[in-house]
């Protein structure tokens, strides 16, 4: 019998009892920033009930403005916390079923005002993505040298910035830096013309590790807090003159856009899948291990079903220009948290890391519009006679994604940004 929840949900919901997320949020009524869960059209807050000594001890990090102090609680509290909520949002017998508590923990989602969820100290972006890298590298370099001589040997990565992540729903300026234009000798500072969506997800690290010490392959799951949708907004054009010899800069520093609502592992743990065949096979530090089974364990991988959508200033609705999955994914979110620290570099609670660009192996599964348009070669048509290459001002931009269950879902909501014309420079 599938786990019923008193509070009704849609079976379209992405949050049915199934899920749980965390999030930060207040209220006109109330607002401090405090964490909440997400059930169905409402918000649960937590740190009322807490408050009110519904849980089975106090915890306190309810009340704080980001999830920060209860990632770092570990995860045997993560799972004490999630076991009693769904234990108070499925019993006949739930102190959450009092008319005069319920008025008050349960809080209609359209009067909510959402938080960034976490105090984010560093910010990682990978290139984990097979079909991407291959992509990307036919398009600059030609088939025959595709992939990088490390790609299939490493999880490839670079450090971003993490003052500049922003939570769904804010605007994004338009950057300006120097591009070189076609036919030009000498850079000029303008506007980015070829501004880009990256279809990724984020994991967020819950407990970290001491500076010298490093987080194997066969505990790194147990330092993952959740995962969330992250855009990682790109402008080609400067990225194409700035990146040599070290990579991404102000081509990619100006917003990372990631989605309200934390989701947490434990929530996504049956959706778990195998990954694609890695050959050559990692080194061995790269593989992480079943303890049970006594076997390397390939299932880190998660099905989760992602669409991105583009409406322009002239379009009534929103169309989808691209569907793909995370368990597309090469390099899965384990190894990637384990490259990145068998050199000793100690990750901290609210770091996050992105996945890079997802694209799966068909063209409707591109994860950016420079593989949807083939670097602007091939325009997208919209329904209302508009083509794109890349994004123009007011285009909004919609990222989803949700796991399918037996008659229910989990998903991650949405993140959503609309691009603002560059600021004019005096």
Known sequence: MSLKSFIEVQPESDFPIQNLPYGVFSTASNPKPRIGTRIGAWVVDLAMLDEEKI???????????????????????????????????????????????MSRAFIPVEEVRMHLPVAIGDYTDFYASREHAMNVGIMFRGKENALMP???????GYHGRASSVILSGQDVRRPRGQVLPPNESSPQLLPSRSLDFELEMGF??????????????????????????????????IQAWEYQPLGPFLAKNFATSISS????????????????????????????????????????????NLEVTLQSVSMEMAHVIS???????????????????????????????????????????????LELTWRGEKPIALPNGETRKFLQDGDIVVMKGYCQGEGFRVGFGEVTGKILPALLIN
């Not at 490093?214 to 790109?234: P, T, Y």
């Not at 990750?347 to 890391?353: A, K, Q, S």
């Open 55 to 101: 849980f089975n001890k106090p915890y306190g990090f309810f009340a704080d403005p980001t999830l920060n102090r209860f990632m770092s609680a570990g995860r045997a509290a993560w799972r004490e916390v999630r076991q009693h909520l769904t234990g108070l949002l499925s019993s006949d017998n739930s102190p959450l079923k009092n008319e005069a508590l």
């Open 150 to 156: 490390n790609w299939l040997h490493l999880p490839v």
């Open 204 to 237: 967020f690290i819950g407990t970290g590790n001491h500076l010298g010490e490093r987080i194997s392959a066969k505990n790194a799951h147990e330092h993952i807090f959740g995962m969330v949708l992250l855009n990682d907004w790109s402008a080609r054009d």
């Open 261 to 304: 609502w934390v989701v947490t592992m434990d929530a996504l743990e049956p959706f778990r899948v195998a990954g694609p065949i890695q050959d050559p096979a990692p080194l061995p530090y790269l593989q992480p291990f079943d303890q049970t089974q006594g076997k390397p364990d390939s299932d880190y991988g998660y099905d989760i």
């Open 323 to 369: 569907r793909s999955n995370l368990k597309h994914i090469y390099w899965s979110i384990v190894q990637q948290l384990t490259h990145h620290t068998v050199t000793g570099c100690n990750m901290r609670t609210g770091d996050l890391c992105g996945t890079g660009t997802i694209s799966g192996p068909t063209e409707g599964s591109y994860g950016s519009l």
